[in-house]
């Protein structure tokens, strides 16, 4: 959902582009990463040099195989961004936390006698949006984020902090594919709402007391097409002043506190 005016997203993203990632947030160095891929340590992404061509990068390759984890091959520049040392031509990323599959989650949370609410973020990449939205769930009561594995924000030291710690108990779900997802959902009984200032719908219209999932769109480029057209409904939240879109955290705490007014928790 395109809430958040451009020069405001520019100002945000370049707040965080400019500060080099702490070392305990990075590993480097060919055998310790396949190490940290053994021992199943939580990746947010991994950064590997173009031209890897040793036996033991080959052996790191044949590691990365089915792995669910975002890999990148960039130029060796990109990587000496990063850190100094010597990192054999690959950087993988700690996350602070254990990602779930929503295709386990969703039936433990049907399981424990609760209706389903759930919020997807499709693209969110500012860092202080995510967190913000994090924090918001963690308040209401939201049973879990799902993200897409590529295309979203790092989960990293910066976004537990902007969450103030929400991403500590609330269930953050990666999936390879949304649409993927999307259709699981309305499979598994969830009503997928899409919040998008194109919807005709009001917000407060929508029965969100069923088993729910809110999707919200990226700060720039909204909903991906190709998934809001998966969604069972697409709603909207009035604007009548000069400014045509709120900044999609402040969207966020819109829907998912409409969803608790109605469900009366």
């Not at 036996?55 to 890999?71: D, N």
């Not at 424990?112 to 919020?119: H, R, S, T």
């Not at 910066?158 to 779900?173: N, R, Y």
Request: hydrophobic content about 40%; glycine content about 6%; charged content about 20%.
């Amino acid at each position: 959902m395109n809430y958040k005016t451009l020069a405001s997203h520019q100002a945000d993203k370049q707040s965080y582009k400019t500060r080099r990632p702490r070392e305990k947030e990075m590993i480097f160095g060919i055998r310790a990463v396949i190490e940290a891929i053994d021992a199943g340590k939580p990746l947010d992404k991994i950064l590997l040099r173009r031209d890897m061509s040793s036996s033991l990068a080959k052996e790191l390759l044949v590691k990365l195989q089915g792995l669910t984890t975002p890999i990148q091959k960039v130029p060796v520049e990109k990587l000496n961004q990063f850190t100094d040392k010597n990192h054999q031509g690959v950087i993988a990323f700690i996350s602070p936390i254990e990602f779930y599959n929503i295709e386990d989650l969703l039936p433990s949370i049907y399981e424990q006698g609760k209706v389903p609410f759930l919020v997807v973020l499709d693209g969110i990449t500012d860092m202080r949006n995510f967190g913000a939205i994090a924090r918001t769930c963690a308040c209401a009561g939201v049973d879990a984020i799902v993200i897409p594995a590529r295309g979203s924000v790092a989960i990293n030291g910066d976004a537990m902090k902007t969450s103030a710690g929400a991403l500590h108990s609330l269930p953050v779900c990666k999936v390879e594919n949304m649409q993927v997802a999307l259709d699981f959902l309305q499979k598994s009984g969830c009503v997928v709402v899409a919040a998008t200032e194109h919807a005709t719908a009001d917000y407060t219209a929508t029965d969100l007391t069923k088993p729910l999932a809110i999707v919200l769109g990226s700060e720039d480029t909204g909903i991906y097409p190709d998934n809001l057209r998966l969604c069972t409904h697409q709603v909207r939240i009035p604007m009548t002043g000069t400014i045509e879109s709120l900044n999609v955290s402040v969207a966020a705490g819109v829907m998912i506190y409409e969803t608790v007014r109605q469900r009366g928790i």
